[in-house]
């Protein structure tokens, strides 16, 4: 399995933006799809947006739509940005690598995960 490591996490007030990052351990372009979940504090994980292996198609949840854009490079690496922060963004980010390569919006056994980073909005 490939190795995935998220960064950007933190504090941020309500309305703000964040940049999450999440790294593969190899290069992911034109092979890996690559996206994002979160599990709240005390909820189930759920889907945030994911991107197809060339960057061509694009999956986001309703609630996040207009505020997060998910992106990635030519190399190994993908980015959630978010901005317009909620306190009900409050969340544990996770990183999904998936070899199928296909844009996703709900998990499967193959895919590489990373160790999650928080993200925590204030009111």
């Known amino acids: 399995q490939v190795h995935v490591v998220e960064s950007g996490g933190g504090l941020v007030q309500a309305g703000g933006s964040l940049r999450l990052s999440c790294a593969a351990s190899?290069?992911?372009?034109?092979?890996?799809?690559m996206g994002w979940f979160r599990q709240p504090p005390g909820k189930e994980r759920e889907f945030v947006g994911a991107?197809?292996?060339?960057?061509?198609?694009l999956y986001y949840v309703d609630s996040v739509k207009g505020r997060f854009t998910v992106s990635r490079d030519y190399a190994n690496t993908a980015y959630l940005q978010m901005n317009s922060l909620k306190p009900e963004d409050t969340a544990v980010y996770y990183c999904?690598?998936?070899?199928?390569?296909?844009?996703?919006?709900?998990?499967?056994?193959?895919?590489?995960w990373g160790q999650g980073t928080q993200v925590t909005v204030s009111s």
């Open positions: 999904a690598v998936d070899p199928w390569g296909s844009a996703f919006s709900a998990p499967n056994f193959e895919f590489s």
């Open positions: 190899e290069p992911t372009w034109g092979t890996y799809a």
């Open positions: 991107i197809s292996r060339s960057a061509g198609n």
